[in-house]
DNA sequence: TCCGTCTATTGGTTAGTCCATTAGACCACA
DNA sequence: TGTGGTCTAATGGACTAACCAATAGACGGA
């Protein structure tokens, strides 16, 4: 559009917002481990001082600080900004809007599920140790005797899937399914509305789909995984639309 | 810790922050398509107005809101806060961050790229159009020229793969691999630093896949698929560790 | 027609003030 | 001895009033 034909030797003289530039500096610390997770910022009135500007400004940094999950505020005595220990909760929420916004349907989000579960199936198989088998089967007793009560478990659900990714024993795979939590109690939620009665069928395919991993069978496991898995899509498609709200 | 025998008879009583309260209305008023993207927000001193707060406050609430990705502020005359697309930039920034703070390795996160982009393989031999295809070919094309001059082909890298995503006609698909974007360019620039002359060769293997797309066979996709990925991987495993700036 | 200027709108920043919450010190009473 | 109030200082939360900076659009002259 405008005319630029010196390319960048004209750079852009705005510094932009100066609570930007105060994120980014302590984005920065933060990155470089120079500040870490429990380290306490100092005040909003000594960080005035220290990069002179008014409190409102600090503010806005901690503000947009807190808001990207880097720092949590604590008020009172002793209170102030400390850097949070890095979590996979804001990321989940970040892809949690990004579905909502872009009208994702639940058959997508599923489908996504899938190609993830079901990729890792050959790293579990090869590398869940016995702490993971027994803390899955954990998880199925749970959920069978939560299933005698009226507890339907959409939690232990959601629980048994991040711990099997666990079990790859890939940190990067296990926040990315972490991230996808929020969306996936979604979309169970959205399932339970289609058959209420689905929760034993789903447990006894969680304990099948241990019992290969333990063998060892990934192609076992991966056929079990797909079942399972595709018949909550399948559900899922037959799943009323537009009922949000 | 503490005695709780009675549950949560006893409740919170705090109210938390007013900023927070105007960001959750905010939200929620764009998640229900009340507000959709382009909307533009009254202007800080009618929002005061609004709400009955001072504008401190509102500037605080419009800060969390554009560090969560759903308002862009623009100043000047006819400014204010715009409502924006769902984009997938910023969810890219939170994993990004998750990834540098957890100081995941260049192998974890190469990995979890490994799952998703093999797992995929089926569903974009099976859906891929033409159009898909000329696409990835053009770019295929532009890395080559590229290649001839000095430049190394990173970006390019990059835009294949996310192309290569979307012809999943999956839009969760999509939208993941581009918030892998930032770490998969950081992973990536890694390698370069390892074998600078990786170049041709990472070009021809793109060709090569998408020769077999073309040919909807996807066994040799998702073994020239696994040799491109694996590739890369065993050229990280043997980079320097620790160099980050 | 085109270019400069003026103006109103709107976000960015400051200073100063007061309130609410909290941890810790201290003290009185049982 | 210890249990529960009270006081105090530190710290974040919120408000007011004012000014600065950027910008779009209107207006007017060459």
Chains 1, 2 share one sequence.
Request: hydrophobic content about 45%; charged content about 25%.
């Amino acid at each position: 559009m405008r005319a630029e034909g010196k390319g960048d030797l004209l750079n852009r003289v705005s510094i932009g917002r100066i609570s930007e530039v105060i994120v980014e500096q302590v984005r920065l610390l933060i990155r470089q481990g120079q500040l870490s997770a429990g380290d306490r910022l100092p005040s909003e009135r000594e960080l005035c001082e220290r990069f002179g500007v008014s409190r409102v400004t600090v503010r806005e940094a901690l503000r947009v600080l807190e808001a990207n999950g880097l720092v949590e505020i604590r008020v009172g005595a002793r209170g102030g900004a400390f850097v949070t220990a890095p979590s996979s909760r804001l990321v989940g929420e970040g892809i949690a809007d990004l579905i909502t916004l872009a009208s994702l349907t639940a058959v997508e989000v599923t489908e996504s599920r899938m190609v993830f579960e079901l990729g890792i199936v050959p790293l579990v198989c090869e590398r869940a140790t016995q702490e993971d088998i027994d803390a899955l089967y954990e998880i199925c007793d749970r959920s069978k005797k939560a299933l005698q009560g009226d507890d339907y478990p959409l939690e232990l659900s959601a629980e048994w899937h991040a711990r099997y990714a666990q079990a790859a024993h890939n940190r990067a795979i296990s926040m990315l399914v972490e991230s996808l939590h929020g969306p996936l109690l979604m979309s169970l939620e959205r399932a339970r509305e289609v058959s209420p009665m689905h929760g034993r069928r789903g447990v006894n395919e969680h304990r099948a789909l241990v019992d290969a991993i333990a063998a060892r069978d990934a192609t076992a496991a991966a056929a079990q995984m797909a079942t399972h898995l595709k018949r909550t899509a399948e559900r899922l498609a037959k799943a009323p639309r537009g009922t949000s709200a």
